[in-house]
């Protein structure tokens, strides 16, 4: 989510890349799809694994709910949470329309990992809301606000305050050089 950062501009400009999705470089990388996008539990193949002390099944809503220490695993990525409750479609046999991690949320993949009290998976909307002191980490980047909606089919992403201010910490690259000023020597 906190990839493909400019090498050159002030601060706003690097905060204002740290709430975009990946730059084009990064789209064509291989597995550094944006954190919460790529737990979208459609975007790999892979199978999904949910653990959980619970699991009820709402056959005429067709609602699966886990409760007590859930765990779900797609293959390098991992959410954790106190509750998930899974809405299926109601025309599609296996189609999942939206995912909803309540309590002590934690998503990770490798070195980017991010937590929050509540998250909603909207496979209609093709949205992720992480909310309730959403903190995003990439490696020693991180970037905090009360929500962070991920727009997945327009790879972009907004970080809002809430009652409090949004804040980035950006850390620049080893080899990155600072430029100079425009117009000097």
């Known amino acids: ?31 550094r ?8 539990f459609t975007s790999s193949r892979e199978p999904i694994t949910v653990t959980a002390d619970k699991l009820q099944f709402d056959y005429r809503e067709r ?8 765990v779900v695993t797609q293959g390098d990525m991992k959410l954790q949470s106190n509750t998930l409750t899974v809405a299926l479609d109601e025309h599609a046999e296996q189609r999942v329309k ?3 991690a309540d309590g002590e949320v934690k998503m990770s993949q490798g070195e980017r990992w991010a937590t929050g009290g509540h998250v909603v998976f909207d496979q209609t909307q093709r949205t992720v809301v992480l909310s309730q002191s959403a903190v995003v980490h990439d490696g020693s980047n991180q970037v905090s606000g009360e929500r962070i909606v991920v727009y997945l089919d327009q790879q972009r ?12 910490v ?13 117009g000097t020597p």
């Open 33 to 40: 799809n944006p954190l919460l996008g790529a737990l979208s």
């Open 63 to 70: 609602v699966l709910t886990y409760e007590g220490g859930v």
């Open 1 to 31: 989510m906190l990839t493909g950062m400019p090498a050159r501009g002030g601060r706003a400009e690097e905060a204002h890349a740290a709430t975009r999705g990946p730059s084009t470089a990064d789209q064509a990388e291989p597995g």
């Open 98 to 100: 939206e995912v909803v």
């Open 157 to 168: 992403s907004v970080v809002e305050g809430g009652s409090g201010r949004v804040q980035a």
């Open 170 to 182: 950006l850390i620049p690259s080893k080899g990155e050089t600072p430029h100079a000023a425009e």
